[in-house]
T-cell receptor, first 112, second 114 residues
Framework: AQSVTQLGSHVSVSEGALVLLRCNYS??????LFWYVQYPNQGLQLLLK??????LVKGINGFEAEFKKSETSFHLTKPSAHMSDAAEYFC??????????FGRGTSLIVHP | DAMVIQNPRYQVTQFGKPVTLSCSQT?????MYWYQQKSSQAPKLLFH???????NEADTPDNFQSRRPNTSFCFLDIRSPGLGDAAMYLC?????????????FGPGTRLTVL
């Protein structure tokens, strides 16, 4: 069984500020973890993924995430927010199944 | 570039009038998925094909059907759309021949029901 919890349905930051989107997971087997971004009226696009190996993974658009097994977390960060980062972000987990389980999503709002 | 294509991007239909949404892929992935996504919600899996095998989610209404005539194409048929079926419909693919099973999404079809 697997599940994902994304804390905060909305996160608001100022342009240039740190972005932190939280994701906690549960999985009965070693997980594969993903972050997807969705812009308005578009499909989901893979930002980054953790599979095995290095626990700090870097993705597109300056985002990165760290897999912390002890905390069952995979939080997404970006040092400096840009207006173009405003979007919906989904955390997902697969483990033992090829079908991912998605979190409920976090809407990132970036203020000028 | 290998990709997932959905047509049309926007579809308007009338209450009760059947509609078909299409998805094609050039990735040669063996799994294809259909998701329904309503505003500010996560995608909800309707069904998926693992190769030719159809897998329906338990809570997918009978009003929704799907066809996969070959590896590249998959269709979503809504037999009698209701107002509650207005949503974004997302097609995705993945390969179980790989290790990580990441999904590749199409741009979606936004369905409006009048």
């Amino acid at each position: 069984a697997q599940s994902v919890t994304q804390l905060g349905s909305h996160v608001s930051v100022s342009e240039g500020a740190l972005v932190l989107l939280r994701c906690n997971y549960s999985s009965s087997v070693p997980p594969y973890l993903f972050w997807y971004v969705q812009y308005p009226n578009q499909g989901l696009q893979l930002l980054l993924k953790y599979t095995t190996g290095a626990t700090l993974v870097k993705g597109i658009n300056g985002f990165e995430a760290e897999f912390k097994k002890s905390e069952t977390s995979f939080h997404l960060t970006k040092p400096s927010a840009h207006m173009s980062d405003a979007a919906e972000y989904f955390c997902a987990v697969t483990g033992g199944s090829y079908i991912p389980t998605f979190g409920r999503g976090t809407s990132l709002i970036v203020h000028p | 570039d290998a990709m997932v294509i959905q047509n049309p991007r926007y579809q308007v239909t009338q209450f009760g009038k059947p509609v078909t949404l299409s998805c094609s892929q050039t990735l040669n992935h063996n799994v294809m998925y259909w998701y329904q996504q309503k505003s500010s919600q996560a995608p909800k899996l309707l069904f998926h094909y693992y190769d030719k095998d159809f897998n329906n989610e338990a809570d997918t209404p009978d009003n929704f059907q799907s066809r996969r005539p070959n590896t590249s194409f998959c269709f979503l048929d809504i037999r009698s759309p209701g107002l509650g079926d207005a949503a974004m419909y997302l097609c995705a693919t993945s390969s179980t021949g790989g290790v990580y099973n990441e999904q590749f999404f199409g741009p979606g079809t936004r369905l409006t029901v009048l």
